[in-house]
């Protein structure tokens, strides 16, 4: 009995004790964990904006905090300062950046268009020829998506040796440098294209290029990832492959999502809806892109050195991963 009592005592005091050092400790932290993503402010970030509004991130366990950014050399500037653990870019912005750089991965596609970048002039009649760019000063954004188009167009017509004139501005000083007639013409993304139409005071040109160029825009990552890096990879690509299948289902209500976010008027939204295909990929299609665009940019002397090996820079682990995963679920 007095051992048994003793044991009593023992188990007694253990749990007390137990109790004394979880009243005192650091408490749990139970909070999901946080996800910055530097966002261009454009329609064909729709999948970031609608899984952040609908909840389809928080449902997958991670916490994503969003940076809206002008562009995606903005973007992925951001990422690589420290300042966002995802960047959305165009191929063109990875590939302009893989001849500086190896420590950044693409970890997904989830929209392309091939009408969404375009050319557009008040007082240059653009939509008949090309030829009317002679010695005309054209705005673009250096090293992204704008200046590759702009080049593209030319050589597709034969006018690679036209003369003209290069201005570099940010992508939100382009719309008002072409209406105080800084410049002739301007090749920019949009809704850019769309707040030119709105503003001008008189007829705005503009170049039929629909099905000429097709953007991918990306989901890029600083590189290597640990462990935990990689889990909440895959929660945000699994909450984006949520969102994109809102998207199908719900086509009205995600287009109100994103213009409320992007304080977009929803006719303005609409017209340019229709040339975006929302899908996740990281295809041999992409890895063409980037070499093709890599070819231009040595050619037309932009960058320097050898290519690079651009399938390293695709980290398919975590798209694999979460899409594998979801359709066990489905």
């Known amino acids: 009995m007095k051992r048994l009592f003793a044991l009593c005592a023992m188990l007694a005091i253990a749990i007390l004790g137990y109790w004394a050092w979880q009243g005192v400790r650091a408490p749990v932290n139970n909070s999901s964990p ?17 899984a952040k509004k609908q909840g389809f991130f928080a449902g997958h366990g991670v916490n994503v905090s969003l940076l809206p950014v002008h562009g995606g050399v903005k973007s992925f500037n951001t990422l690589m300062a420290g ?20 420590d950044f991965n693409i970890l997904a596609s989830f929209v ?18 090309l030829d009317v760019l002679a010695n005309a000063r054209i705005g673009v954004v250096q090293s992204s998506a704008s200046e590759f188009f702009l080049d593209l167009m030319l050589n597709l017509n034969g006018l690679s040796e036209l003369p003209i004139r290069k201005a570099y501005y940010s992508p939100d000083q382009l719309p008002g440098a072409l209406l105080r007639g800084e410049v002739d013409a301007i090749s920019i993304w949009e809704p850019y294209g769309y707040q030119v139409m709105q503003e001008a005071q008189q007829r705005v040109s503009q170049f039929n290029s629909k099905g000429l160029h097709n953007l991918s825009f990306l989901l890029a990552s600083r590189s ?32 109100t999502v994103v213009a409320d976010y992007l304080s977009m008027p929803d006719d303005q ?33 932009l960058v320097a050195g050898t290519e690079p090996g651009f399938r390293r820079l695709l980290n398919p682990g975590p798209l694999t991963e979460a899409t594998h995963k979801a359709s066990l679920l489905k």
């Open 34 to 50: 946080t996800v910055t993503i530097a966002v261009s402010l454009t329609p064909l970030a729709a999948p970031i904006i609608i």
């Open 112 to 129: 392309e268009s091939n009408n969404d970048v375009k050319l557009w002039s008040l007082t240059l009649p653009i939509h008949q020829s």
């Open 269 to 301: 939204l609409a017209w340019l809806w229709q040339d975006y295909l929302f899908r996740l990929s990281l295809s041999d299609a992409l890895l063409l892109s980037l070499k093709n665009q890599a070819m231009w940019a040595r050619e037309a002397g």
């Open 224 to 255: 290597p990832l640990n462990i935990h890096q990689h889990q909440r990879m895959r929660q945000v690509i699994a909450g984006l492959n949520d969102a994109i299948d809102y998207i199908h289902l719900h086509p009205d209500e995600s287009k």
């Open 83 to 102: 300042d966002a653990d995802l960047a959305t870019v165009s191929e063109t912005v990875a590939m302009f950046n893989s001849f500086q750089r190896d």
